[in-house]
């Protein structure tokens, strides 16, 4: 089973981008701790980061002829405006667990909006970096099930 895990625009900075509500752990140490959770799960991680709206959308599709069978993802900002993404993950049919860092429904308005957490398997928001390992588990559970259908 392969998975791709997908970082959108300024999780690059995690570590050092306020870090009271990011949390201090740096991008790599989160794929680092991943990749060890998968390893465990008995699954393959790809990852990918980027700070464009295209280029994710391009790795989302390229997900298709990858053999990826689902996806982590947190679209940072994208999350609450990009149709794009949404039709890109709409558009390969594969299941996705979103994930927040923070717990979006203590912030501003704006982010409480996810064009994203009504076609996904599940959301994951508010326990900082743990909550990557627990849509990881959420959506190896979401494929297993998928498997014995
Ligand atoms: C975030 C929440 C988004 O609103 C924000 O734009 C981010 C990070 C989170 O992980 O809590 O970049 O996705």
Redesign the pocket.
């Known amino acids: 089973v392969r998975i791709l895990l997908l970082n959108?625009?300024?999780?690059n900075l995690l570590g050092l981008r306020e870090p009271a509500?990011?949390g201090t752990a740096t991008l790599a140490e989160v794929v680092a701790r991943l990749e060890r959770v998968a390893g465990e799960l008995g699954v393959e991680l790809a990852n990918y980061h980027s700070n464009h709206e295209g280029d994710l959308v391009d790795r989302i599709q390229a997900a298709m002829t990858e053999g990826v069978h689902g996806l982590v993802i947190?679209?940072?900002?994208y999350?609450?405006t990009s149709i794009a993404l949404r039709d890109a993950l709409l558009g390969t049919g594969l299941p996705f667990v979103e994930?927040?860092?923070?717990n979006?429904a203590k912030?501003e308005p704006f982010?409480q909006v996810s064009l994203l957490a009504d076609v996904a398997s599940g959301v994951v928001?508010g326990f900082g970096v743990v909550g990557y390992e627990l849509a990881l588990r959420g959506l190896v559970r979401v494929l297993g099930e998928a498997v014995v259908r």
């Open positions: 959108g625009p300024n999780l509500i990011y947190n679209a940072g900002a999350t609450h994930v927040h860092l923070s979006l912030r982010r928001q």
